[in-house]
Nanobody, 125 residues
Framework: QVQLVESGGGLVQAGGSLRLSCAASGRAFSRYVMGWFRQAPGKEREFVAAIRWSGGHTYYGDSVKGRFTISRDNAKNTVYLEMNSLNAEDTAVYYC??????????????????WGQGTQVTVSS
């Protein structure tokens, strides 16, 4: 069983930065994709970013390109989401997820098999 634990959320002023972490355990992730999604109140879940564990290929949602960076630490089985130039529209619960699919650009929630509990990010304007 895969376990994902997010951390790093909180309250930040507009223009500020936060770094989210997702610690994964329970399985070898060398062929997996790790992703971040977010969901704001009253809105649908939105793809934020993903990284292929092997090779490190990254993908970003249009709304965060150029501001957010996803990375991984293989030794720690941890994925990070560095968020810069935050604005009020980034306020949401952020979820880490893992997919066992071996190919494709995985931007839909149904592509992912396991999810973390989420961490709240609030950006004050």
């Amino acid at each position: 069983q895969v376990q994902l634990v997010e951390s790093g959320g909180g309250l930040v002023q507009a223009g500020g930065s936060l770094r989210l972490s997702c610690a994964a355990s329970g399985r070898a992730f060398s062929r997996y994709v790790m992703g971040w999604f977010r969901q704001a109140p009253g809105k649908e879940r939105e793809f934020v970013a993903a990284i292929r564990w092997s090779g490190g290929h990254t993908y970003y949602g249009d709304s965060v390109k150029g501001r957010f960076t996803i990375s991984r630490d293989n030794a720690k089985n941890t994925v990070y989401l560095e968020m810069n130039s935050l604005n009020a529209e980034d306020t949401a619960v952020y979820y880490c997820a893992v997919s066992s699919r071996s190919s494709g650009v995985l931007v839909h929630g149904y592509d992912y098999d396991y999810w973390g509990q989420g961490t709240q990010v609030t950006v004050s304007s």
